[in-house]
C-alpha cells in the first residue's frame, strides 16, 4: 500500500521545501516511486503543470527532486496574494476566486474535498508521497477547517515530522512550545522531529537536543546543518530575494516589486559569472551604472505601479533611458511598461485605469481569462530558440507591437520599441534556457558561463547527500504509513 509522510514546521521559512525536495531525492535514490505533495500553498511564484495549470514553484522543483513533470495535484490549493488583504484562490490549478483573508476561513472546509481527491490521486499512482506542510500547525488559532497541517494530517491520517528552525534562534521553545500548544489528537500524529539549518558543529547542540527528546518524548531525526547550496535551486518565498548576488560584469538591475511574481526568471542570471545582478529594494534609486533594468512579474499590476511611482523608479527609468540603457519588461513588467493598463472590471481590484510608465507604445486591458501554457519560442533579435510559459491575464497591443519580442507558433508575441532599447514579453522562464541566455547577453557584449539545469540537478543531488548525511532518512521513511 502507498505511504505518506509529512514535514510540517515550527514556523514559516524553516526550510520545510528543501527537506522535502531533498528528502523526494533521497527516496527516489532508493528506488521509490515518489511524488510531493503540499495541500495549500500561499506563493506568487508559481510554475506551469504539464496538464495546463499551475502550483506553486516549491512544487514544481520537488517534481523535478522526484523526476517527475509537474502537475496539480501536487499542490491543490495555491493563494496567491493581490494585496495585504486578498488572495486569489486556485483551486487544482484553475483560479476560482479572489476573497479576503477574513472569508478564506469560510471557504477552506469547502477546499478539503479537493485537496483530498488530489492527495488520493498520487497515492494512487506511487509508492510514496512526502507532504509539506505550510505556516506552521502551532497557530492553533486557525485549527478550525485547517487543510495545511494537522487538519490535513488528521484527515488523511499522514504521520508528521515537524522540524525548527535553529537558525532564527529559540528552537527548544519553537518545538516543545507546538507541543505544548496542540490538543492531543494532534500530538499524537507526530512521529518525531529535526532541527534545520544548524551553523557551526552539531555537536554543540547535543544537550539542547536531548532536552528537546526530554520534554517532548519525540523521536529525534538529527540536526541538519545550513544547506550552502540552496542559492542554486528555484526559490518561492519572496523573503529569499535576499539571496541574489552574481559575478562581475554587465549589471542588470531587477527592481523588487511589492507583488513581484515569478521572481526565479532572475536565478540563471543570478548564477552567471558575467553578470552583476542587483535586486533592488524599496527606498533604492536605480544606479546610474546599470545596463539593463528588469521589471519584473507582479500579481497585481497597477497596485506595482503605484510602487513603483512610490520609490521614484519611473524618474530613475526616464534617466536611464536617456543614457542609453536597455529594459526588459517581463509580464506584469511588460503591461506597466506600455501607457496604460485598464481594469474596467476590477479583476486585480478596484475598477480603473491607470497611466503606465509611457515607455512602449501599446496599452493593457485586463480581461477574465487566464493565461497559462508552456510555449516553445524564437527570439526576434537573435533567432535563438527557447521554452518558456505564459501565466497571466490581460490582452496588450498597440504599435510597438508590430516589433515583437519573439515568436511564438509563427505568431508574433510581446513588443519592442523603435530604437530596440525597451522589450516586453509575456514569456517567463526564458533565462533558463542556456541557448537563448547566452544569445541575449551577447548582444550586451556578455557571455555566458553557466549550464543552469545541469547547476540545478547537481545541487538537487547535492541536497540529497546533504539529508542522507545528516539525517535519520531510513527511520524517517520507516515512519510514513
Avoid at 500561499?42 to 496538464?51: K, P, R, Y
Avoid at 485537496?115 to 497557530?139: C, N, Q, T, Y
Avoid at 496599452?363 to 521554452?387: I, N, P, Q, S, W
Wanted: hydrophobic letters at 45%; charged letters at 20%.
Amino acid at each position: 500500500m502507498t505511504k505518506a509522510l509529512m514535514i510540517q514546521g515550527c514556523g514559516s521559512n524553516v526550510g520545510k521545501s528543501m527537506l522535502v525536495a531533498g528528502l523526494c531525492r533521497a527516496a527516489l535514490r532508493r528506488g521509490v516511486s515518489v511524488a510531493p505533495f503540499k495541500p495549500q500553498n500561499m506563493s506568487n511564484n508559481a510554475a506551469v503543470t504539464a496538464d495546463g495549470g499551475e502550483i506553486g514553484r516549491a512544487q514544481a522543483l520537488q517534481a523535478m527532486a522526484c523526476r517527475l513533470p509537474a502537475h496539480t495535484d501536487m499542490n491543490p490549493v495555491l493563494l496567491k496574494p493581490e494585496s495585504d488583504m486578498g488572495s486569489q484562490v486556485v483551486v487544482q490549478g484553475r483560479r476560482i476566486a479572489t476573497v479576503k483573508a477574513r472569508d478564506y476561513a469560510a471557504l477552506k472546509p469547502k477546499l478539503l474535498e479537493a485537496v483530498l481527491e488530489s492527495f488520493g490521486r498520487l497515492k494512487a499512482s506511487h509508492d510514496l508521497v512526502i507532504v509539506e506542510g505550510a505556516g506552521s500547525p502551532a497557530e492553533v488559532n486557525l485549527r478550525a477547517g485547517d487543510i495545511a497541517n494537522m487538519g490535513f494530517a488528521c484527515a488523511a491520517d499522514v504521520p508528521v515530522i515537524l522540524a525548527g528552525d535553529i537558525d532564527r534562534g529559540g528552537v527548544i521553545a519553537q518545538v516543545v512550545g507546538t507541543q505544548a500548544v496542540m490538543d492531543a489528537r494532534d500530538n499524537a500524529m507526530v512521529a518525531g522531529f529535526l532541527v534545520n539549518k544548524f551553523r557551526g558543529d552539531p555537536r554543540l547542540f547535543d544537550d539542547g537536543y536531548a532536552m528537546i527528546e526530554a520534554r517532548t518524548g519525540w523521536k529525534g531525526f538529527g540536526v541538519a546543518p545550513w544547506f550552502d547550496g540552496a542559492w542554486r535551486l528555484p526559490a518561492e518565498d519572496a523573503q529569499d530575494l535576499g539571496r541574489t548576488g552574481g559575478g562581475e560584469g554587465l549589471h542588470v538591475v531587477c527592481l523588487a516589486l511589492s507583488r513581484i511574481a515569478n521572481f526565479d526568471d532572475m536565478d540563471p542570471l543570478m548564477q552567471e559569472p558575467g553578470v552583476r545582478l542587483t535586486m533592488l529594494r524599496a527606498g533604492q534609486a536605480i544606479p546610474g551604472d546599470a545596463d539593463v533594468v528588469i521589471v519584473p512579474g507582479s500579481k497585481s499590476t497597477r497596485g506595482d505601479l503605484a510602487y513603483l511611482r512610490a520609490q521614484g523608479w519611473d524618474v530613475d527609468l526616464l534617466a536611464h533611458r536617456r543614457r542609453g540603457g536597455h529594459v526588459l519588461g517581463i509580464c506584469g513588467g511588460f503591461q506597466m511598461l506600455g501607457a496604460e493598463v485598464s481594469d474596467p472590471e476590477g479583476i486585480e481590484g478596484a475598477a480603473g485605469a491607470d497611466p503606465g510608465l509611457g515607455l512602449l507604445d501599446v496599452a493593457t486591458v485586463m480581461t477574465g481569462d487566464k493565461r497559462l501554457t508552456e510555449v516553445e519560442a524564437a527570439h526576434a533579435a537573435t533567432g535563438a530558440g527557447f521554452r518558456g510559459y505564459e501565466i497571466h491575464i490581460g490582452r496588450t497591443d498597440g504599435p510597438d507591437r508590430a516589433r515583437p519580442f519573439a515568436h511564438v507558433d509563427g505568431r508574433p508575441e510581446g513588443a519592442v520599441s523603435a530604437d530596440g532599447k525597451v522589450e516586453g514579453s509575456y514569456l517567463h522562464g526564458m533565462f533558463r534556457d542556456d541557448g537563448f541566455r547566452a544569445a541575449w547577453l551577447g548582444r550586451f557584449g556578455a557571455a555566458s558561463g553557466l549550464s543552469y539545469d545541469d547547476g540545478v540537478e547537481a545541487a538537487l543531488e547535492a541536497l540529497a547527500d546533504h539529508v542522507e548525511a545528516h539525517l535519520d532518512v531510513a527511520g524517517m521513511l520507516a515512519a510514513a504509513r
